[in-house]
């Protein structure tokens, strides 16, 4: 079992950056691929970002591509994603989750909710115009 915190999200103008970081209790980080998620009240969460667990591979929703990045570091047990050029329609909030993979440089990705075991409490981002 894994315990997932959320870090550093905030308030941030329109076109700034923010890095969030998840942080895993436990000591098998490593054994997880990991996704970053959102929400907005009134809609379902939504896929954001997802790393594999050797960090070699990730995938992107087509809203954040060229503007988020994903990486982890196994050493430090956190996950982190690089968000810039935040628009206001990024405002959410930010959700890491964790899914138990066999493999460990397995490169298939996960998008869905329901495929994830374990989830962080949430941070909040507001991107204002």
């Known amino acids: 079992q894994v315990q997932l915190v959320e870090s550093g999200g905030g308030l941030v103008q329109a076109g700034g950056s923010l890095r969030l970081s998840c942080a895993a209790s436990?000591?098998?980080?490593?054994?997880?691929?990991m996704g970053w998620f959102r929400q907005v009240p009134g809609k379902e969460r939504e896929f954001v970002a997802f790393?594999?667990?050797?960090?070699?591979?990730?995938y992107y929703a087509d809203f954040v591509k060229g503007r988020f990045s994903i990486s982890r570091d196994n050493a430090k047990n956190t996950v982190y994603l690089q968000m810039n050029s935040l628009n206001a329609g990024d405002t959410a909030v930010y959700y890491c989750?964790?899914?138990?993979?066999?493999?460990?440089?397995?490169?298939?990705?996960?998008?869905?909710?329901?495929?994830?075991?374990?989830w962080g409490q949430g941070t909040q981002v507001t991107v204002s115009s």
């Open positions: 989750a964790a899914k138990t993979v066999l493999a460990y440089y397995s490169s298939t990705y996960y998008t869905r909710e329901a495929e994830y075991d374990y």
């Open positions: 436990g000591r098998t980080f490593s054994s997880y691929a």
């Open positions: 790393i594999t667990r050797s960090g070699v591979t990730t």
